[in-house]
């Protein structure tokens, strides 16, 4: 998100290397969300605090600068390249995430110059959202051109939904209501099931944002209601509820991790050699919750 943010979405071979390291940086190259750029004709000479000419040297059959000593000094290729930030692949990436409508979609997405992109309609919370993506939105002057562009161009009657590659202290919304989340937050929150929390952007869009992101799995206080993802099961029976309770705050800690069964009657203080198919007989619950091997967790 930080090259998307700057001016020019353009990173040198050097920089990318230097800040985000081998691995992000051969993902980003490997999947494409860096394309080939301009080569540089400078070469920053960190020592001496200057740029230096670069060009073609025959001789050494390499690309060089002249040094104070008057010496050629040869420079790999790659410490030449840039790259560029590709907004088709980014855009492509957000419609997936967002299971955007394919029929949606349009070739002629950009608008401002760069600045703002179509990604497509997408279902959320059950009603329909026209997504964009824009970048830069903590410049003023770009935040003013995007929300001209909402009041006098967009053609949509959807309400909007803006993805913003802006850190959280970018506005919240436009004028006219068009809702904004910034990715580097919404990465923040990222649960178990996806890298984006689709549970704190319905609340973004249903006006709940300020309560914070309900995670996939997790029950009500006392433990007698039980939520999975979309579905729910009321729990009766108290000790249900209990262990029902302590599953959640297990799962909150760690929702990768199995439990040990009898971790979990210890925390509740039941004296039982019952499983859990034997303390939840004949409730639906179990439809959520998995045993073997003496380890218990929830169905995700």
């Keep these: 998100m930080e090259i998307v943010e700057q001016k020019n979405p353009n990173i040198s071979h050097s920089v990318l290397s230097s800040e985000f390291g081998d691995e992000v940086s051969n993902f980003l190259l490997r999947e494409k969300y860096l394309t080939d750029g ?13 740029d230096a000419h670069v060009e073609w040297n ?34 492509n990436f957000l419609a997936k995430e967002f299971d955007v409508l394919e029929s949606s979609k349009t070739k002629q997405n950009q608008h401002l110059e ?11 919370n059950k ?31 959807l309400p909007k939904l803006i993805l913003t590659s802006s850190n959280q202290f970018c506005p919240e919304s ?15 929150l990222a649960n178990s099931k996806a890298l984006f929390n689709m549970d704190y952007v319905a609340n973004v869009l249903t006006g709940n944002s300020d309560s914070d992101p309900k995670p996939y799995v997790y029950c009500s206080e006392d433990g007698s209601n039980l939520c999975v993802g979309e579905k729910n099961w009321s729990i009766k029976g108290d000790k249900q509820r209990q262990i029902i309770k302590i599953m959640c705050d297990f799962y909150a800690e760690n929702p990768d991790a199995k439990t040990r069964w ?6 509740a203080d039941i004296e039982t050699s019952s499983r859990p198919r034997d303390l939840f007989k004949n409730s639906k619950v179990m439809e959520a919750i998995d045993y073997k091997d003496g380890f218990v967790w929830f169905k995700v």
Excluded: C, M
């Excluded at 301009?38 to 200057?50: A, M, P, Q, S, V």
């Excluded at 026209?130 to 949509?156: G, M, Q």
């Excluded at 009898?262 to 925390?267: H, S």
């Design 58 to 91: 025959e001789k050494l059959k390499s690309f060089a600068y002249l040094s104070g000593s008057g010496k050629y000094i040869p420079i790999k290729e790659n410490e030449l390249k840039t790259y560029d930030a590709d907004f088709d692949k980014i855009v």
């Design 114 to 124: 760069g600045l703002l992109f179509f990604v497509g309609n997408a279902q959320i």
């Design 262 to 267: 009898n971790t979990i009657l210890e925390e």
């Design 38 to 50: 301009h080569n540089l004709e400078t070469y920053w000479l960190g020592g001496e605090d200057k």
């Design 174 to 188: 436009l004028k006219t209501k068009a809702k904004i989340i910034s990715i580097p937050k919404l990465i923040e």
């Design 127 to 157: 009603k329909k959202f026209a997504i964009f993506f824009a970048r830069r939105l903590n410049d003023s002057a770009v935040f003013k051109k995007v929300e001209e562009f909402f009041v006098k161009e967009s053609t949509s009657s």
